[in-house]
């Protein structure tokens, strides 16, 4: 059974930090660029940041680069986020799953991110 399982979201200040985890099951991890989307309320899912296999290769949105960073153990299948330096926009659900679209797993729960003014 397939499963993309986020954790780690919560309600933090401005200016603080989360570490969010995506713990992947049921399917072949390797060799696939992971990424992690993110959809705040009334708006559409959006790209944060991808990684590839061997975690040389990164890619961030605008809107985060510098505050986060992406990374995978890839004997743990899981994929984190570490975000820092966190704004009030950063919030929204937190979602992870294959960059490709055409690879695209079935999206898991999310893991929820408030980040107070």
């Known amino acids: 059974q397939v499963q993309l399982v986020e954790s780690g979201g919560g309600l933090v200040q401005a200016g603080g930090s989360l570490r969010l985890s995506c713990a992947a099951s049921?399917?072949?991890?390797?060799?696939?660029?992971m990424a992690w989307f993110r959809q705040a309320p009334g708006k559409e899912r959006e790209f944060v940041a991808s990684?590839?296999?061997?975690?040389?290769?990164?890619h961030y949105a605008d809107s985060v680069k510098g505050r986060f960073t992406i990374s995978r153990d890839n004997a743990k299948n899981t994929v984190y986020l570490q975000m820092n330096s966190l704004k009030p926009e950063d919030t929204g659900v937190y979602y992870c799953?294959?960059?490709?679209?055409?690879?695209?797993?079935?999206w898991g729960q999310g893991t929820p991110v408030t980040v107070s003014s």
């Open positions: 799953n294959k960059l490709a679209i055409r690879s695209r797993l079935p």
């Open positions: 049921g399917f072949t991890f390797s060799g696939d660029m």
């Open positions: 990684i590839d296999w061997t975690s040389t290769n990164t």
